[in-house]
């Protein structure tokens, strides 16, 4: 009888027997692997955690010892050990999210899903529940070798070590990966644990020698191996590096052998101060292809074959990704200059061709976002210039040095942010929806969005051709969208997409929006409005030809995929008033809201970006009638525009 649709919550753990505990973990692997298949999501990650993830449960007592996950992409064991068994929808809209929810589960602590923050976290929490008489209460926070590259980390530490008066379990879940293998000093650190040929003999051949001697030498070699952890740590000096710390040391601990961690844990829990605990895992752990799978061993998954891992049903266009990645590479066979940053996401942004073609000229800092751009401002006034590819949600964490260490020092330094806007079923923490809204106001920056794959290659070649400022070219998750070409290229390079005589509306595109716009523009005309339609291309700064056009127009209409408080739309309208430019203004885009899960289409859907809703709120507008015109947030479409028509000539 299978054991996993038992578990409704986390004590339903404690009457299991270890055997039982071991079944329950195929169970769990087998369970992932036929779900995470059919929805997509992030597949190896959570394998690689399913006996950790165990054990926590059933030597802490969740929510009442609060579990901290860092980036909480690991967190479907967690889910399923919680009485969340429902994965028929996860991560879409009214399903399971990918992430920590706390509406989900009050299991659930932290959604942020960003890395590095978890001992922060962990760190305010236990001091809360000391000072508030709650110290008995254990606070359990999981990282990740690959977090333990980004400085909140060890801003925590430092901070951590300087009250020992609480309980607080830090568990380094380490597999050597983060996306891809972990980088830097702190990795080559941890690699020699793992790799020790003293830890791994012992470890293996004790463990067949005593298992071969019966359960009595079994219940020995837990004790020995107990005591010989301690001189591996210091065979290693893997100790040491916590100790300095004044920050107790358990491990390393065999992250799969559920007895060994149960045992390490427990031993973790009556310690009474800051203790951490250092478990080996293995990503993908249970799946051959994942395995086996040098790029990233199944961090993130689309549709895949249950049993062969090939990716199913994948669409027919190229990325956004992809197009960047060769213009890249092209550029960097003219120009010996350029080099490439990126934080611990060398394949996901595209970098990985650039790097085998020039593997001197690409640097992974790991998950250091700000220090990725205050470095870059040094290889700027080195003479180099940088291309600092990040996903756009990411290049939230290093706004200050963006500001302070690149735009005031007026740095060439060019930021390429994949995954802006609305980016879908990841979440809130995940769309790169600020971009726009934040990047702005560094005074001197200039930002380019393009509408297809020419515009994008058009545009990163312009902004690595400024060298004296900041430039960012940001696009979308996903496919490409189709090429749109111009009809004509205004003197500051202002693409007219589409002119009507007698123009009522001008419609501005922000980057893939412009194809809504130019529907919008379609639809408008079946209703004798006349309209233009423009992609600015650079979208900061506003284009002198933007101002001109719409002092022709009796109403200007922008629209992007990003946050419509502080966006591209605000700026228009700013520097319209500016020049003396009365024409009338709306800035249409996402709400300032934090956007749950949910297909892209589905969320812009909700926020009133479709051609047929603006096209709507246009015509009322237009015509006079009293129907306000979608500004980020969810309208249902009642009427459609023939029905308009008819109510402006009943008026």
């Known amino acids: 009888m299978a054991i996993l649709p038992s578990i ?24 992932l692997i036929e779900n995470v298949s059919r929805t997509g999501g992030h597949l190896g990650p959570n394998l690689g955690v399913v006996e950790l993830t165990i054990a926590l449960h059933r030597v802490f007592d969740s929510p009442t010892d609060p579990f901290v996950f860092d980036t909480g992409h690991q967190s479907y064991v967690h889910k399923l050990l919680t009485g969340r068994q429902d994965f028929d929808d996860l ?55 690959g977090s333990l590259t980004g400085g909140m980390t060890w801003e925590a530490l430092n901070n951590i070590s300087d009250d020992n008066d609480r309980r607080l379990i830090i568990v380094v879940n380490d597999n050597g990966r983060s996306y891809a293998p972990t980088i830097g000093g702190m990795a080559r650190y941890l690699n020699k644990v793992r790799t020790a040929d003293a830890y791994r003999s012992l470890r293996h051949g004790s463990a067949s020698l005593f298992g071969r001697l019966g ?30 710390l004044d920050i107790k040391y358990l491990g390393p601990v065999d992250g799969h052998d559920i007895d060994a961690l149960l045992e390490t844990l427990r031993l973790a829990k009556g310690v009474g101060a800051p203790v951490i605990v250092h478990a080996i895992t293995e990503k993908g752990r249970g799946f051959r292809p994942a395995v086996e799978d040098e790029a990233d061993q199944f961090h993130a998954v689309g ?43 060398l394949r996901p942004t595209g970098l990985l061709p650039f790097a085998q073609r020039f593997p001197d000229r690409v640097q992974d800092v790991g998950i250091a976002e700000q220090h990725a751009v205050a470095s870059a401002a040094g290889l700027a006034f080195g003479g180099l210039h940088p291309v ?11 706004f200050d040095q963006v500001l302070l260490d690149v735009g005031l020092h007026r740095a060439g330094v060019t930021f390429v942010l994949d995954r802006a806007g609305v980016t879908g079923p990841d979440g809130p923490s995940h769309h790169g929806i600020w971009d726009l809204a934040m990047l702005q106001i560094v005074p001197h920056i200039r930002i380019a969005a393009p509408r297809d794959a020419q515009r994008l290659r058009e545009e990163f070649r312009e902004a690595v051709a400024v060298g004296d400022a900041p430039t960012v070219v940001r696009f979308p998750k996903g496919t490409v969208a189709e090429e749109l070409p111009a009809l004509e290229r205004l003197h500051d390079g202002v693409d007219v ?25 379609e639809r408008l005309r079946a209703q004798g409005i006349g309209s233009t339609v423009i992609d600015p291309r650079w979208v900061v700064p506003v284009q002198p030809s933007v101002i001109e056009l719409a002092a022709e127009h009796r109403l200007v209409i922008t629209i992007e995929d990003g946050i419509r408080v502080g966006g591209v739309g605000t700026r228009v309208r700013q520097v319209l008033r500016e020049a003396g430019v009365d024409t009338a203004v709306d800035e249409l885009g996402v709400p300032d809201e934090f956007i749950e899960h949910a297909s892209r289409d589905e969320i812009l859907a909700d926020a009133g970006l479709t051609a047929a809703k603006i096209a709507q709120d246009v015509v009322a507008q ?11 947030a969810a309208m249902p479409v009642d009427e459609d525009l023939d029905d308009l028509a008819h109510r402006r000539d009943e008026d």
């Open 303 to 345: 549709k895949i074959d249950p049993v062969t891992g090939a990716t199913l049903g994948g669409g027919t266009g190229g990325s956004w990704t992809d197009v960047f990645s060769r213009e890249l590479v092209a550029v960097g066979e003219q120009r010996d200059d350029v080099i490439a940053i990126t934080a611990a996401m």
């Open 497 to 521: 997409l589409a002119r009507m005589d007698d123009p009522d509306v001008l419609l501005v595109g922000i980057g893939p929006m412009a194809h809504v716009a130019v529907d919008v523009a």
């Open 215 to 244: 359960p009595a030498a079994r219940a020995m070699y837990r004790g020995v191996r107990g005591g010989t952890r301690g001189f591996l740590s210091r065979f290693v000096n893997n100790e040491a590096l916590y100790s300095n």
């Open 622 to 632: 237009v015509l006079g009638i009293r129907l306000p015109i979608a500004r980020g």
């Open 8 to 31: 409704t919550g986390p004590r339903d753990l404690d009457a299991l027997t270890p055997d039982e505990l071991r079944r329950l973990a195929d169970e769990v692997r087998t369970f």
């Open 91 to 145: 991560r879409s809209r009214g399903g399971l999210a990918g992430y920590p929810q706390r509406t989900e589960s009050d299991h659930d602590v932290v959604e942020s899903s960003h890395a590095s923050s978890s001992l922060s976290w962990a760190d305010g929490i236990s001091r809360a529940l000391t000072r508030t008489g709650r110290g008995d209460r254990h606070v359990v926070a999981v990282v990740g070798d």
């Open 388 to 398: 600092v590819a990040i996903y756009a949600t990411f290049m939230n964490r290093a």
